[in-house]
């Protein structure tokens, strides 16, 4: 310690707004040290910006204990980076500034942490109330202590509604999909924290393109997450999802089936193959158009192009659709039969019309004029 220097740098200045947050919001989570070492630091940043660690300590009136618990506190909740340097003993103390109130209280991991610690009275108090270049050089290695995680591993579903977290049943309208049968003994495998309103709508609306069932879905998302349990890769369980051959049909009317499983219905439950499956989600994304409306187009489309499915006639209804506002099955349906009518119905003048046979005399009248015009070339050439 005796050898050990420092130097200390800030990414920005502290506004009122970000001091609030450190001392209200993070301050119940770090503990005192680690907010008075905080400020300790800002306040040191144009005073002692580098010297002896020992001296640094002394000023901060923080034993080596509480000084090294304080500061990989800051470190855990990213308010302080710590980089030492192993062949000069060199330790750079770099600042960052904490998040303002409103980010903090939608943070995935800081308020279910703040709820935690302080009870759901004291977080709606909270609610009620309210680049930079350093110096790391290439010897130097981040050393700052992680986050630990686990804190959140008894994240209840009761804490998590505390939040105003969505409810499971809200996606039921748009598309069937049974987010309990999906979680069913998946706690400690998807824990709650992971169970956000954003990721929870971007797999209800994988299930609902994809027509992927509750426990097919589960084993992919068990698959998707990373190791240290801190985010769904969406970009991976997409994957999975575009790659699986069997769908949810389980359905009386099949035009209330996802698109896929539609399509595969009307395959007689043959697999959809990868391009039509993105043909389909790009209809349903760009277009937004109803599940229901995208089956009757995927009728009327097979029974237009000879069963074929073609891309450029799909996707030029699509749009057509979107813009005369087709959102329902029975104008879907009507618009395929006004289209019909107008493909294949003969006007009714033509019905009318009589073929007649040729009249004899008018033959011969031709004829006699094409014998006297070849007699008049033959003599003109003469």
């Not at 591993?153 to 977290?165: P, R, V, Y």
């Amino acid at each position: 310690m005796n050898s050990e220097t420092f130097s200390i740098q800030v990414q920005s200045s502290l506004k009122e707004e970000t001091l609030s947050s450190l001392i209200l919001l993070y301050g119940p989570l770090m503990g005192n040290d680690a907010v008075f070492l905080y400020q300790s630091l800002y306040v040191l940043r144009n005073r002692m910006q580098e010297g002896q660690l020992n001296g640094l300590l002394s000023s901060c009136r923080l034993s080596q204990t509480r000084f090294q618990a304080a500061r990989k506190k800051l470190e855990q909740y990213s308010l302080l980076h710590s980089y030492c340097d192993k062949e000069t003993h060199h330790w750079l103390f770099l600042l960052s500034s904490p998040k303002e109130p409103e980010e903090f209280l939608k943070h995935d991991v800081y308020s279910r942490l703040f709820l935690e610690k302080e009870g759901s009275g004291q977080l709606d108090r909270m609610k009620v109330l309210f680049s930079f270049t350093s110096k790391i050089t290439s010897s130097m290695v981040d050393v700052s202590e992680p986050l630990d995680l686990s804190l959140l591993d008894a994240w209840t579903l009761e804490k998590e509604q505390a939040l105003d977290s969505v409810p499971l049943s809200s996606f039921a309208s748009s598309y069937p999909f049974d987010f309990g049968l999906m979680f069913q003994g998946m706690d400690r495998i998807i824990p709650q924290r992971l169970r956000t309103k954003e990721n929870l709508q971007r797999i209800h609306e994988l299930a609902r393109i994809f027509g992927i069932d509750e426990k097919t879905m589960r084993r992919y998302l068990s698959l998707s997450i990373d190791p240290s349990k801190t985010r769904i890769d969406f970009e991976q369980l997409r994957e999975r999802v575009l790659q699986a051959r069997k769908t949810k049909t389980s359905k009386q009317d099949p035009y209330a089936l996802s698109p896929v499983a539609f399509l595969q219905w009307k395959q007689n439950g043959m697999p959809v193959s990868v391009p039509d499956k993105l043909l389909l989600e790009k209809i349903m994304v760009d277009y937004k158009l109803p599940n229901e409306v995208i089956n009757v187009l995927i009728d009327y489309a097979l029974q237009a192009t000879d069963q074929k499915f073609n891309r450029s006639f799909v996707e030029k209804v699509a749009s057509s659709w979107a813009r005369l506002h087709i959102d329902t099955k029975e104008k879907a349906q009507e618009q395929t039969q006004a289209r019909q009518q107008t493909k294949e119905e003969l006007p009714s003048w033509y019905q009318d019309t009589k073929q007649q046979e040729n009249d004899p005399n008018l033959e011969e009248e031709i004829e006699s004029m094409l014998q006297a015009l070849k007699e008049e070339s033959s003599d003109g050439n003469l």
